[in-house]
């Protein structure tokens, strides 16, 4: 099968490898009819992780079920399946809690199981990982909607939900890739009254203001958070930080009202000396969040994709082949687009 392959800092190939094996008999296999390129992705790509040259990549596949190990009982052949990011065998003691991407058995996607930007994957533990898709909704076009819950849309409701957002709420979102729009989405879809989208792309502002953002806020550093300070009247209660990077979490406390929330989601590779946790102590700021529990999350989400009130597809500026998703990590990379989807069979 073909499969994208990590190379090195800002080089991604499609290479022919092997085809991922059913090997236990709670495995299922999975032609990958719907994946895509992730910002996490671009850590490895910009060399800010220690990803070995070689490696499978991708971790958020839709496809066709193919074939089940023998103790597989939700799932049979010829199923469409979304597959959140983290593998999880949903029976241990922090699945049980909903900490899926905390499973003891838990698995990631690349390695001997394939990795998602490929052709096909393997997936271990397929009952406690795999969501089916109704029948009667796997169209191209629904697929379209319901894949960012593979990941992103599901992490920016945990930023939402992390940074206690509820009905009427003034929130603060800061990030406009992927998952911050999505974030934006999240914070209307649980009922806040003013959503405050911060970033510095106006044509992704834009799309926050589609998904139900009241304000947007360009400007950067000092100059931002006065003006994110001003429309709140002195900071929000609630804020969701969905870069990840030094500035940004450093203004996420800086627009918090003490005593308020911030919901973290971004992967913290950005993170450095400057990196100012007074401001989070002095003012009694709570820091939650962490990595998405996709798994706890995503049947919530798809009843809502599935019954025309939730849709994330927007996000999804850029669509390449497989053997074009080089160009997909540059436009990412460049920010010319902000989230790339991939059919691999196309």
């Known amino acids: 099968m073909k499969a994208t392959i990590f190379q090195g800092e800002n080089d991604v190939t499609v290479e022919e490898v092997k085809k991922p094996e059913i090997e236990d008999s709670e495995d299922a296999l999975i032609r990958v009819t719907h994946t895509c390129v992730c910002g996490s992705d671009l850590w490895h790509y910009r060399g800010y992780s220690d990803l070995v040259s070689g490696s499978s990549i991708g971790h958020e596949p839709a496809g066709v079920v193919e074939e089940v190990g023998d103790d597989v009982t939700s799932l049979e052949p010829g199923d469409t399946v979304l597959a959140p990011f983290s593998i999880s065998c949903g029976e241990c003691e922090f699945c049980r809690k909903g900490l899926y991407t905390s499973c003891k058995n838990g698995d990631s996607w690349d390695g001997s199981n394939g990795g998602a930007q ?34 992103v849309m599901c992490t920016g409701h945990h930023a939402a939900v992390s940074a206690k957002v509820s009905s009427g709420d003034t929130c603060i979102v800061i990030g406009d890739g992927a998952v911050g729009l999505c974030a934006v989405l999240a914070a209307q879809r649980l009922g806040a009254e003013r959503i405050i989208a911060m970033g510095h792309h106006e044509d992704r502002l834009e799309i926050a203001e589609d998904l139900g953002a009241t304000h947007t806020i360009s400007e950067r550093g000092e100059a931002a958070v006065e003006k994110a300070l001003e429309i709140t009247d002195g900071g929000s209660n609630h804020v969701l930080e969905c870069v990840g990077g030094e500035s940004s979490m450093n203004m996420a406390a800086e627009v918090a009202r003490p005593g308020g929330t911030v919901g973290y989601v971004g992967v913290p590779y950005g993170l450095g000396e400057e990196f100012n946790l007074f401001e989070y102590f002095g003012d009694n700021i709570e820091l939650r969040g962490g990595v998405a529990p996709v798994r706890k999350y995503i049947d919530e989400l798809m009843e809502d994709v599935l019954q025309g009130n939730l849709d994330p597809s927007p996000v999804f500026t850029k669509e390449v082949s497989l053997e074009n998703i080089d160009e997909g990590y540059e436009a990412m990379d460049d920010r010319n687009a902000v989230k790339v989807l991939v059919r691999p069979h196309t």
């Open 118 to 151: 490929g052709e096909y994957v393997k997936c271990p533990t397929a009952d406690g990982t795999l969501v089916k898709v109704p029948e009667e909704y796997t169209n191209d076009e629904m697929m379209e909607k319901l894949l960012p819950l593979t990941d």
